[in-house]
């Protein structure tokens, strides 16, 4: 594709392919487990046009569905098709980019005014039989889960009232309940939150609006069995600074952090802020619980300043890659205590894509998976992503039987040179004493600008023996943002 800036956005994994694929009877090398037959949906940017303004990010582009598809038969089958949101349309229409920065509306083409500028990209969230992809300026798009065709713009048959969706949902695991929020939800830059519960069965059963702090990149947060938590770190939205043309983001350091923690069937009123360190940032957490003392533990990959470049570059910071400082870092609060701030300690590694099984979510887990980069690595990381480098290696951490611990590093699975990996999902096991199946894409880079990219089945409890399942996906492909699995017996079951 041509016409797109020449920048680290644009350019290697990043370059824009915005192509439709459907390929099947793909070869499995190796051995598939028996557990992984079902479907693994990952959302990837990927821009139709060439965008108005030269700086844009790579987080613009618009959103793509695939589904790899694991079969009885042994072969897998991989289709990737477009979210047709009203954007993607209204562009199509004119063939060209009509929106215009990244998440400032004053910026799209005047007849754009107002309309639906999503272009959700980020998660795709299955839950009560739907498959939902999300993109948190917006609400979600459902989407057929077998076809992957676009059924238009979801708002819970009418009852949602905010107008935008996290990217990142927690269900419990047994409840079957949907916790979810949106940041900005009635407005640029507003400080309005909205909190919402949908039932087992995907019906919206409460929302609740309250005002955060300031306006704040909210891109992640947790529950617990008995409490929901709102981290807000600082970067900040001003409308003003948008209204001139600006970018939505900019991070400050010297602003104070804010852990907002309430009964999750509670009221907002009841909620509790509790202050964090300035000028933090994290975009996702590994889980939250109760410990035996009844206080609150939030683990997250923290780092002391926002990750993105295109951020750091509109506020002015210039910190050189290698020395941001991050770690898997606990916070723990108490609630019903006096204390107003909260409790840091570094419990991991810095990283990135923390992930446990669904089972645990909400409850103190005692294993937890996240990327990371080799730090023996030989020769520079794959460029690609938001970030510029893509991870070379999955870790597993053990946080002891009741998840108290400090993370400890006890399996690793390193790259080789050349090589990357894309955040993993997580497969149960039906044996209890083995840890389940991670499936993720990997991509080679073979040339300057060639790639090769495999999906790989890895054992969770022996990562450093490597994939025991891996297939070949013979099209070119973009880094993805989230994934989500669903197993063959869900898939039956919604049909």
């Not at 047709?84 to 920065?101: H, L, M, P, S, V």
């Not at 008995?226 to 939205?237: E, K, R, S």
């Not at 006890?410 to 050349?418: K, Q, R």
Request: with cysteine.
């Amino acid at each position: 594709m041509s016409g797109f800036p020449q920048t680290p956005h644009f350019t290697g994994l990043n370059q824009p392919v915005g192509r439709e694929v459907e390929l099947h009877g793909l070869a499995v090398q190796g051995t598939l487990p028996a557990e992984v037959r079902g479907s693994f949906y990952r959302a990837v940017p990927d821009p139709h046009y060439p965008p108005k303004f030269a700086d844009d990010n790579v987080l613009s582009g618009d959103g793509m569905v695939s589904r790899l598809s694991f079969n009885d038969a042994g072969t897998a089958d991989f289709i990737l098709r477009y979210v047709e949101t009203a954007r993607f349309k209204a562009e199509a229409e004119a063939g060209r980019a009509r929106f215009g920065r990244y998440r400032n509306a004053f910026t799209d083409d005047a007849d754009m005014a107002g309309g639906d500028r999503t272009v959700a990209n980020t998660t795709p969230v299955w839950h009560a039989g739907k498959l939902l992809m999300t993109k948190e300026d917006g609400r979600a798009y459902r989407v057929d889960p077998l076809s992957l065709e676009t059924k238009g713009s979801y708002d819970f048959d009418g009852a949602l009232k905010s107008g935008t969706m996290t990217a990142h949902v927690r269900i419990d695991p047994v409840s079957g309940e949907m916790f979810f929020f949106g940041y900005e939800c009635d407005g640029l830059a507003s400080t309005k939150v909205a909190f919402c519960i949908a039932d087992r069965n995907g019906k919206l059963v409460r929302e609740q609006w309250f005002d955060a702090p300031y306006c704040a990149m909210m891109h992640d947060f947790t529950i617990t069995e008995n409490y929901a938590l709102f981290p807000v770190y600082p970067t900040t939205a001003d409308l003003d600074r948008l209204k001139a043309g600006g970018d939505h983001w900019i991070h400050e350091m010297e602003r104070d952090s804010w852990l907002g923690v309430m009964p999750r069937y509670g009221d907002v009123a009841e909620m509790r802020w509790f202050k964090g360190p300035k000028g933090v940032s994290c975009y996702h957490m590994m889980n939250a619980h109760e410990d035996a003392a009844g206080r609150i533990v939030l683990d997250q990959c923290l780092s002391n300043v926002n990750a993105f470049p295109f951020i750091q570059a509109a506020s002015g910071i210039n910190i050189a890659p290698w020395d941001i400082q991050g770690a898997l870092t606990r916070w723990t609060v108490d609630y019903n205590g006096t204390a107003d701030a909260v409790e840091e300690t570094v419990i991991g590694p810095p990283g990135d894509f923390p992930l446990i099984p669904a089972a645990q979510q909400g409850r103190p887990n005692e294993f937890g998976w996240m990327l990371t980069m080799d730090p023996q690595m030989k020769g520079p990381p794959v460029a690609g992503g938001p970030v510029g480098a893509m991870f070379n290696m999955v870790v597993r951490l053990e946080f002891g039987a009741d998840g108290s611990q400090p993370g400890q590093v006890v399996d690793a699975l390193a790259l080789p040179p050349g090589w990357s990996i894309n955040e993993p999902v997580h497969v149960p096991a039906a044996d209890p004493g083995q840890l389940g199946w991670l499936v993720a894409i990997v991509d080679h880079q073979t040339g300057d600008n060639a790639f090769d990219h495999f999906a790989w089945v890895i054992d969770g409890g022996a990562l450093g023996a490597g994939p025991v399942a891996t297939v070949a996906i013979p099209a070119r492909l973009r880094p993805q943002v989230h994934g989500w699995w669903v197993s063959a017996e869900q898939l039956a079951a919604a049909a």
